[in-house]
Structures are given as C-alpha cells and as structure tokens.
Nanobody
Framework: QVQLVESGGGLVQPGGSLRLSCAASGSFYRIDNMRWYRQAPGKQRELVALITSVGTTTYGSSVKGRFTISRDNSKTTVYLQMTRLQAEDTAVYYC????????????????WGQGTQVTVSS
C-alpha cells in the first residue's frame, strides 16, 4: 500500500515559521493533486492548501498570504512553508494525495498520512 509520511511539525512561537514535508512511498504511476489539511480538537477538518501536478496552487482563506505549498521535481514530496504562525494555526496537519496506480483503474486513489502536530504557543 502507498504510504504518506508527514514530518516537520513541532512547537513554535507566535509569528514564527515552520516547514512541513510529506513524502510518498510505495508503488504507483504518478501523483496528481496533493493537499494539506488540518484539524484542531473539536473542529472540522479544514483544507489548508492544494497543489496540482503542474504546480497550480489553492489556499484556504485563513492561511492565504502566510502559507506556501510546493512540490519537489519528482512530485513525490509536498511541502508546506508556514510563516507568521498564530495560535489559531495549532492543529494536526494531514497530507493527502490523489495517486494514479499502474493499473486496475482509470481514476485515482486517495491516500492520507497519519498527521503531524503543529503547536503555536508562547
């Protein structure tokens, strides 16, 4: 099974920066869209950012202008550069990817990482 593993979370002070990474491993033909979601305790899951296979990006309104999503050239790893972090950004951040298998379907299969904790506090 394809796996997505997030890393880079931790504790940061308000106004600080943090960079998250999500690496895909396993067997697949290609990865199309990749996304970052986040979920705070007692809150609904929220889309943070999306990046397509050609680099088009979309951001949630609460992070637009502060966060930047990107991919490496292999397109197997997605990053989230977070700046000017606020206490409201505290959440578990999840990586999500639309993965095209070698065979078996003409569509895509969605995968999720296990999440990485981001805590913004002084």
């Amino acid at each position: 099974q394809v796996q997505l593993v997030e890393s880079g979370g931790g504790l940061v002070q308000p106004g600080g920066s943090l960079r998250l990474s999500c690496a895909a491993s396993g067997s697949f033909y290609r990865i199309d869209n990749m996304r970052w979601y986040r979920q705070a305790p007692g809150k609904q899951r929220e889309l943070v950012a999306l990046i397509t296979s050609v680099g088009t990006t979309t951001y949630g309104s609460s992070v637009k202008g502060r966060f930047t999503i990107s991919r490496d050239n292999s397109k197997t790893t997605v990053y989230l550069q977070m700046t000017r972090l606020q206490a409201e950004d505290t959440a578990v951040y999840y990586c999500n990817a639309d993965i095209v298998p070698y065979s078996g379907t003409n569509g895509v299969v969605g995968y999720w990482g296990q999440g990485t904790q981001v805590t913004v506090s002084s």
